[in-house]
């Protein structure tokens, strides 16, 4: 069931994104050569018009490959229409931005389906801690926090993130008490116990509203998706992430879905659903931002040489291109066999 899971959540986010290039490349007028699932060698494949569908054997990506998108496929002379090459520069740049694009509607969608079956908690206070920074700055039962350094927060589970980025420096904590908006400073207190730091609060008040009332906490999901892809990747810069907090599709698979499952099943099918859905909207949010990433071989790192086209009022030489997003390539994929290894590592480590 793991395995199902799993392929299912794989197969939805990456079809979603390739299909935003397939969609915009086909209203573009650009030949898609091939639409694949996976990579590695083909499991089964079919042709229908001008595109061939593949599924292929590692669930490891996918791909929508364009006619003349490495710029070697023409030779002169050569019929150049559909070719991905000679359409104008904003078709281009619309084609490759479509599969971020399309990752986030899909979080869109699956936001909304969320929060019509979920509880979602507030950041109100329902308890301070004795002794600890929470009622020592003042803090009450029943303040509801407003933002944390300046910035808005809407969801408990964002408090939760602002702590694990924010260690033990000081925080800003701004609140409303009976109508009135205040703010105090707060120092987190390292917790044995749990092994981080804490705030001392105990949040947790339920959202009420019905129907079309709820659909804004869509927004505030996807908004803490973001959040939390931009925060990991920030402690991941900074080396402040621990080994077994990274994962690939194997940990993705084992660590994630199926302990996920596991836990899950024990209530129910919608509580599996739910749940499922959580997994697959955090990577759909996640696939978006980092193929948005200026690096070679990512869209963003093709969108950075649309834009220099647009900027020098020519393309920059497709060989020279062609070279830099194939020393991505073989970057990103010397990156996903440390990501494997160190998937076995976490489970059977």
Known sequence: MTFILFLLIFGVVVISHEFGHFLLAKANGIHVVEFAVGMGPTLWSFEKGETKYSLKLLPLGGACMFEGEDGLAMTEGEDS????????????????????????????????????????????????????????????????????NGKKIYLYEELLLFNRANGGREASVRFERDGQVQEVRLTPAYSQESGSYVLGIYLGEAVTD?????????????????????ISLQLLLKGQVKR???????????????????????????????????ITLLLTVNLGILNLLPLPALDGGRLVFLLLEVLRGKPIPPEKEGLVHFIGLLFFMGLMVLVFFNDLRNIFG
Request: with cysteine; proline share 2%; aromatic share 10%.
């Open 210 to 230: 019905q129907g079309i009332g709820r659909l804004k906490y869509a927004w505030y999901e996807i908004r803490y998706c973001v959040k939390q892809t931009y």
């Open 81 to 148: 229409r559909g070719s991905f090459l000679s359409a104008n520069v904003w078709s281009r740049i619309s084609t490759v931005l479509a599969g971020p694009i399309f990752n986030f509607l899909l979080g869109g969608i699956i936001a909304v389906i969320m929060v019509q079956m979920m509880q979602i908690t507030l950041p109100v206070v329902t308890g301070v801690e004795e002794g600890g920074a929470a009622q020592e700055a003042g803090l009450q039962e029943g303040d509801r926090i407003l933002a944390l």
């Open 244 to 278: 077994d907090e990274v994962a690939g599709p194997v940990g993705i698979a084992v660590n994630v879905v199926g302990k996920t499952y596991t836990q899950a099943k024990e209530y129910g099918w919608e509580t599996v659903l739910l749940n499922m859905l959580n």
